[in-house]
């Protein structure tokens, strides 16, 4: 049994005017995935030169459904283009060293690609999915492969252009780019398995956009946690997961207020006495999900005033969680000063859920979910 060669794949669907097509889509799905995955991950820095802006209150929203939402339609649109091009896998080295370095170097490129490409969709699912099978950190390492697929992808469009630019150039059956084994019609026409790829992408991106978009719920086969949940809005961990159902629902609760020395204890009875604000706010997390809630508490300004803290600071939040990487993050100054920032108590009118964060949460306009503390107990302000 020998290995095959270039000249056993005879198809004229695995051309260059069918890969340049569907790699131009895969390429504008991977800019979108790029962009705003830089962007959710600026927005979970605890250090921003920048400050992560509160307006408007839906922006991280958008950025992380289009995120989760871009990757899902490069799936199909990575899996046609490898078919289109899987032959040239097989094809004979050239003569000559330097004509062979130079291919050696291409393909490894191309490897290094395909090999991050694969990565960052395969983890980028299972993280929507929350579903970890591995052992390290997968913000940090989907954050660093992000920048060696794209520069990856900048590399190989740089050396494929000139071909990339004559097959967009001519009509999508023109031959001239084909290889010359490619001669034989395929099963369907280069036409029918681009119309076939592109509702492939819609169909992948119509089943999980439910996560993102209400409307599309119904049909939204694939949307993880789009709905479920304690007054319509979904959780990721449950107070149970989290190991606070006990604290939590404990009379001994306190919220502690701090700043420079001074601290003031509140109960809840406390909190709940206190001036009431109600904000319409949606969450939104980094697995795509995302939901419009109303949500009614005491402004976190209003609470920063009790210590008497001057605008301007960084804010610690403290869950009574007493494990995880989001335990305790910053919210920024501008976060903390924004009215629209709330310790909230209620949700949609009723008292929150434990799984929701009771006693009381936080919840900042446009702010990852994952830092949307629940379960808070001590605000720490800083110096």
């Known amino acids: 049994m020998r290995a095959p060669t270039d000249t056993d794949f005879s198809s004229r669907l695995r051309s260059a005017a069918v890969t340049a097509r569907v790699g131009l889509w895969l390429g504008i ?8 995955g830089l962007i959710s991950h600026y927005a979970q ?41 899987y032959p040239r896998l097989f094809k004979r080295p050239p003569r000559g060293l330097r004509r062979l370095a130079v291919e050696a170097a291409e393909r490894a490129s191309i490897g290094v690609l395909v090999a991050a490409a ?12 929350q579903w970890y099978p591995w052992a390290f950190s997968f913000r940090a390492t989907h954050y660093a492969v992000a920048w060696i697929a794209i520069g990856a992808l ?42 076939t ?18 409307l599309l719920r119904r049909v939204s086969v694939l949307g993880v946690r789009s709905g479920d949940g304690p007054a319509g809005v979904p959780i990721n961990k449950s107070a149970r997961a989290a190991g606070v159902t006990a604290t939590a629902t404990s009379p001994s609760y306190r919220l502690t207020v701090a700043y420079a020395g001074r601290e003031v204890s509140l109960s809840r009875d406390d ?27 005491v402004r976190v300004r209003d609470l920063l005033d009790l210590v008497g803290a001057p605008p301007g600071h960084d804010v610690r939040v403290v869950s009574l969680q007493e494990s ?17 920032s709330l310790l909230a108590l209620q949700l949609h009118g009723e008292t929150l859920a434990i799984d929701h964060g009771y006693p009381c949460r936080l919840i900042a306009p446009d702010r990852p979910g994952v830092l949307q503390t629940k379960w808070v107990h001590r605000l720490e302000v800083e110096a």
């Not at 289009?66 to 199909?76: E, F, K």
């Not at 694969?118 to 999915?129: K, R």
């Not at 469009?157 to 034989?184: C, N, Q, W, Y």
Request: glycine fraction near 8%.
């Open 29 to 36: 799905c991977f800019a979108v995935a790029f962009v705003t």
């Open 45 to 85: 820095v605890p250090d921003q030169p920048v400050p992560f802006p509160t307006s408007p209150s839906w922006g991280y929203r958008v950025t992380q459904g289009l995120h989760v939402m871009a990757g899902t339609a490069a799936v199909p649109l990575l899996l046609v283009k490898l078919w289109t091009v």
């Open 118 to 129: 694969v990565f960052q969709l395969a983890s980028g699912l299972a993280n929507s999915a």
């Open 154 to 195: 900048v590399l190989h469009v740089a050396v494929k252009l000139p071909v990339i630019r004559r097959a967009l150039a001519a009509d999508v059956d023109a031959t001239g780019e084909d290889r010359p084994a490619a001669t034989e019609p395929g099963a369907l026409s280069r036409r029918g398995l681009l119309r």
């Open 197 to 214: 790829t592109w509702l492939a992408a819609g169909v992948a991106v119509l089943a999980t956009a439910g996560g993102t978009v209400p």
């Open 271 to 297: 909190l709940a006495a206190m001036p009431q604000a109600t904000e319409s706010l949606p969450i939104a997390c980094v697995e795509g999900w995302s939901a419009g809630a109303t949500w009614t508490g």
């Open 324 to 340: 995880g990487p989001f335990r305790q993050p910053v919210l920024q100054s501008n976060f903390a000063d924004d009215e629209r």
